[in-house]
């Protein structure tokens, strides 16, 4: 997967908690990218950075943050954890936005009870 | 929206034939992209295509791209059982400035 990993793989938590996702890459790519991944959705980008302590939203960050301290580490944090979180996230990793291509990681599977 | 759409929703072929799968999209774009998600995994790019070019090939794969029609079609000649799988296209343009993606067809090859 191109030097990406993502932990943990999975993860139960319940409403009301906070969770940090963390997506870690080996490629020393600028751009990093959350999505989740919903059935009848396909993939919506929730934030990306484009370097270091450089991050934007996307179509869906209600509910989310993220940091990037460091090149190769990208986190995800749910504030207060929701059932509508629920949903299986992936990190993708890409050297420009958009005219390049991405790489994913292996995705986390998250349940909110 | 910008995301584009990919049809059928679902495809089932016998081993050996040939799997079409189209998006469609409503903006002006830079470039298309085509990936694959196997079950359970992340997903793969399979090709890129630029606004300036009409069709791609990579190994099996054949892409083409209509911008007067804002559509591209994915070809896999001699479908294989290993190509089972979900495919998903993926924009870049318009005023997002950030790739976009369909929900994907999902593809059963079957022996």
């Known amino acids: 997967d191109a030097g990406i990993t993502q932990s943990p793989r999975h993860k139960v938590t319940e409403t009301g908690t906070p969770v940090t996702l963390r997506c870690h890459q080996t490629?020393?790519?600028?751009?990093m990218y959350w999505y989740r991944q919903d059935p009848g959705h396909g993939l919506r980008l929730i934030h990306y950075s484009y370097g270091v302590k450089d991050t934007d939203k996307g179509e869906v960050s209600d509910g989310y943050s993220v940091s990037r301290s460091k090149t190769e580490d990208f986190l995800l944090t749910l504030e207060s954890a929701t059932s509508s979180q629920t949903s299986v996230y992936f990190c993708a990793i890409s050297e420009s936005t958009g005219t390049d291509t991405q790489y994913f990681g292996p995705g986390t599977r998250l349940t909110v009870l | 929206s910008q995301q584009g759409e990919e049809d059928p929703q679902a495809l089932s072929i016998q081993e050996g034939e040939n799997a079409t799968m189209n998006c469609s999209y409503k903006?002006?774009?830079?470039?298309l992209q085509w990936y694959r998600q196997n079950s359970g995994r992340g997903l793969v790019h399979l090709i890129l295509?630029?606004?300036?070019?009409r069709e791609k090939h990579s190994g099996r794969l054949r892409v083409t791209l209509d911008t007067s029609k804002k559509s591209s079609s994915l070809l896999i000649t001699a479908s294989r059982a290993a190509d089972t799988a979900s495919y998903f296209c993926a924009i870049y343009g318009g005023t997002a400035s950030k790739l976009t993606f369909g929900t994907g067809t999902r593809l059963q090859v079957t022996l």
């Open positions: 295509i630029r606004s300036n070019e």
């Open positions: 903006t002006s774009i830079n470039n």
């Open positions: 490629e020393n790519h600028r751009y």
